[in-house]
């Protein structure tokens, strides 16, 4: 008998073990995109709305990297590696910047 049971289902699916950090991640990358996206169509973002995508933009990619910390697989783990690695260059190069 096949088993149909989408609980069972979530937990052993990739999407299932990472969409802790996985949902966010694409909300950002949409929350990205969406000016490009209106670029092409000839209409500028108000200046209210494209406040609201800066801060939902930073809002996605913090939940996405919390989500990736608590989450015990290697793609998370890689996510969060990387992520740390930018901040870290990042950072460097502004203090770099500051001091010469």
């Known amino acids: 008998m096949i088993n149909c049971d989408v609980k069972d289902l979530t937990g052993h699916s990739y999407f299932g073990r990472n969409r802790a ?3 966010p991640l694409c909300g950002a990358v949409m929350s990205l995109l969406l000016p490009i996206i209106l670029f092409e169509l000839k209409y500028e ?3 209210l709305l494209s406040f609201l995508q800066v801060v939902t933009t930073w809002v ?5 990297g919390i989500g990736a910390a608590i989450t015990p697989t290697l ?9 740390l690695v930018v901040a870290v260059v990042f950072g460097l190069k502004f203090v770099v910047n500051e001091l010469f």
Not at 60 to 64: G, K, M, P
Not at 75 to 83: D, H, P, Q, Y
């Open 21 to 23: 950090w996985l949902i």
């Open 75 to 83: 793609s998370a783990r890689l996510v969060t590696l990387v992520a």
């Open 45 to 47: 973002l108000p200046s």
């Open 60 to 64: 996605a990619f913090l939940t996405a």
